[in-house]
């Protein structure tokens, strides 16, 4: 029976967030790549929470944004409303959010999809890996015979695209199964069709999989809800874009609120009174959900003196009616998600419009995983997104991102691009989930990223364009743009040190008047902005050479001078962490061989592989004492 | 140097001619090594079939050669110090029979082990942490009983258990700010910082306390640096002859005889001492003795305790009142000697100058040496001193750490007073508790293992 058959250089499995940035960074780059969903309905699909970034989640959108990818530019065309979370703290933390208009998030997505070269979007489930003939090893080579590969995929009607490489972004439907009360549906989210072969062929090929569950709450008929009994969340004023190709006005729009309320202990009750008909506790449910995303049922049952939890009320658009529950995702049955959420003050009369849901999917170990995001045991198999076990758009983006870029850079010859942990939250979130075996779904959080105040979400363009640039998906318009920003900040930095102010009269009254002490000796406008009552704006009667410069550069100015000891300090952090990881262990070593290396250490190296001697220290199992038989073994 | 399981081999016990002598040997090899150099008395017995911690009688051999009996006790990996399968052949002492008998292990297969390298295998085999190996280093080196006995609580952990309960501590308070920071809903901040404030300041006086006994510490290994001042002829070479209780330092009736400083180590009632006895201060010409003045002057800059001695059967004059504004601020004890002569001394305008004990002797017939050597176990047992139930710091790289570990400390107080937001006080206290780590070995590091094991003497 004649069949399907094409060539691409790369094919991309899944069109989520993961696999949009996967197909258009390798196609940006030049090469020819497919696309394949299940639903073209369902692409950049946001079939959770109504928004984008979030606490730590944001700084990786930006970090993408920086190094070009699209989920900034897409949530700046689409959001309705936008907020800087934890501004009360350090700028380390700031985090910045933003509601979507779910729909028009998806379309604007896909209407990019299909406006880039090189790119070709096909609905089909991949249903099997192709593997191609053992690649001989080089000569000298000891430890495997050939090296695997993949060499392309087979849908389920049939039709055989080979490729260089295939990058697979299952996301959440790979034998998905959408489960509440005593209701199970074998689908992916929102009743999508579920891929429910692949499965199989990467067991085939020997690959660890694991099962992993997550939920989401109720969608409530904003028409049925009273938002006279919930405090108003509205957006800022002043708004900041995702994308540094965009500026406030660039973007500037109408915002909706969104609405605070709060469970009570008759919520509670009527939680604890049905607990025994949850799939999860009735042991219908196998897989490991999140600690950190928990549902409304396990947050009650683990801190039962709390007498209340946060909800969040948040529109999924501007052309529905549907509100999200944030806060309250649950899998009990019908009748008790309605008791429940109609025990929410403002809530009386909820009318349901989707129903909660815990879902179940298979993901891989993502310790099988290189730092490049390719498999060690399969050339030209990578995997990014919710199938290595994270969770969230934005950490499925990021490594969707990461992914796409470095299978193109492995078509064209180049060396992977790997972001190490003081780089960039992309190179913590990778490092963790290739290093760490991660045993629930992995998300995102600032507590994970050791140099934070170093990977401000405000910085990171200056962190990450020079290497967006080199991989080529900074045009050098944007480039151009990068570099005058970037010298601006030194030039302004360097001025500040060396414009002098004296002891005037007029000085010392000014210094006074905002709440500062007189000057006892002359002063260099870097150390006036440095005293913890002054900043860039404070001291701008003082210096009248100033010329205007934009927001963001006097933001940098601003941040480097006020914050400066602990920047260095964590500098020299970074310094220190840098020695183990520039230790790199090369591929051939054979932990068996290594004298002295405790049994339970021997194994983890051996299974992980680690590249260099700082990632082998982060693994679970390798003490300190192994971190010295190996520099020792390798000649220290 | 690539670390291979080879088999090493060392002379165990020190250098003098003890009775007994014990070579060790650890490694995959030393049963075979210790078969190939040993003939059990009972002719069926081999050291390879010895089960641990069961002793072989018999001779050791170089081929037919019969050069010692012996008693050779087997322990099996990894219930050894090392981890490894060890033999400890113990045999009669005497240095040159000891090396006589290494030469032959070594020719049979053994490797004479690098400095430190017994104490380096127990480290990498997981048998003791850092702190613990390097007391085992300072234990071996250690100079007295005392540096002894600090070594020994430091081997039990007794350092490890102060610093893991600070590091706890510290990680705890990380903890809930990133806590607070992930899950604001279920972890506030307020008023975090006021309360963190007073637990890090006592935190940091804890640490500082651990470095006091540092300088204790050091005291305790090398002996109280005690330095003799006095002017020329005031009897501070007589006075250390009695307390040495032999006639070492050349004592002359002319004033200026000790040109240069002397350094004696002396047990005052279990106390160790290192006596620097000093030229005389006084103003001088001669380029000899002014020299030995600069030097007397300079041994004060390190000196624990200061031995002033004045000349009771003379009258204070301006090299005195030079002297006592050297020794302001410093641990004096006062010494008036002579008092076997006529005494015109005028003591008060001595007090009014010091605040010291004093004590009348005479270094000619030892008249009031025993109260000197009671005034100075008081001031050593009674006063900061004290070392009972302590751990001391006796080793330079925990002092470092430590320091650096109290300056980030320091820096949190700093940080908010200045009201800085809690996610900057991370930044130091994880600093903190990486400085800390690197005591216990707990902290990745590269350097680390080969810098101390480097500075272990050879064979434990």
Redesign the interface.
Known sequence: MPQIEEQYDIVVVGAGHAGCEAALAAARMGLNTILFTVSMDSVALMPCNPNVGG??KGHLVREIDAMGGEMGKNIDKTYIQSKML?E???P??HSLRAQADKAEYSRAMRMTLQRTDHLTLRQAEVSELIEGDCKEAAEGSEHSVCTKRIIGVRTLSGGTYFAKAVILCTGVYLKARCIFGDVSNPTGPNGLQAANHLTQSLVDLGIKVRRFKTGTPARIDKRSIDFSKMIEQKGDEHIVPFSFTNTEEDIRREQVSCWLTYTNETTHDIIRANIDRSPLFSGMIEGTGPR?CPSIEDKVMK?PD?DH??VFIEPEGEYTNEMYIGGMSSSLPEDVQYAMYRSVPGLENAKIVRNAYAIEYDCIDATQLKASLEFKEYEGLFAGGQINGSSGYEEAAAQGFMAGVNAARKIKGLEPIILDRSQAYVGVLIDDLVTKETLEPYRM???RA?Y??LLRQDNADLRLTDIGHEIGLIDEDRYAHFCAKRAAIEEELKRLQSVVIGAAKKNQEYLESVGSTPLKTAASLSDLIKR?ELNYDLVAPLDPDRKALPADVIEQVNINLK?EG?II??QQ?VAHFK??EK?RIPDSVNYDEI??L?KEARQKLSQIRPSS?GQA?RISGV???D???L???L?? | ?????DTIAAIATGASNAGIGIIRISG?HALEVADRCFRAKNPNKKIITTPGYHAVYGNVTDGDVVMDEAVCLVMRAPNSYTTEDVVEVQCHGGTIQLRQILKVILKNGARVAEPGEFTK?A????RIDITQAESVMDMICAQNELAARSSAAQLQGALSDKIREIRSFVLENVAYI??A???P??YSLDGFSEELYQQVEATSSEVLKLLGTAEEGKMIREGIRTVILGKPNAGKSSFLNQLLGEERAIVTEIAGTTRDTLEEEVMVQGIPLKIIDTAGIHETVDIVEKLGVEKAKKSLEDADLVVYIVDGSRVLDQDDAYIMKLLQDRKVIILINKIDVEQVVDKSWITANIIAPMIEISAKTGEGLQEFKEELTKMFFHGKLSFNDQVYITNLRHREALSEADLSLK?VLDSIR???????LT??L??AY?QLGTIL??????????EIFSKFCMGK
Do not use: W
């Open positions: 606490s730590s934890n009360s703290k350090g380390a933390v950190y801190f709390k939890h946060q959080m600032t507590s050791e934070r105040l913890p914050y602990y300090r964590q952090q020695k183990l230790k004298q002295n405790r001697v220290s003490s300190p004492a971190i010295s038989v520099l020792i073994y000649g220290n | 140097m690539l670390y291979k399981n995959e295998r480290y990498l085999g997981g990133e806590s920071l992930d899950d809903e279920n820096r200045a009201g800085m937001p809690e996610d900057f930044i130091d994880m600093a990486e070995g707990e902290q990745p590091e590269d350097d680390l293992a080969n």
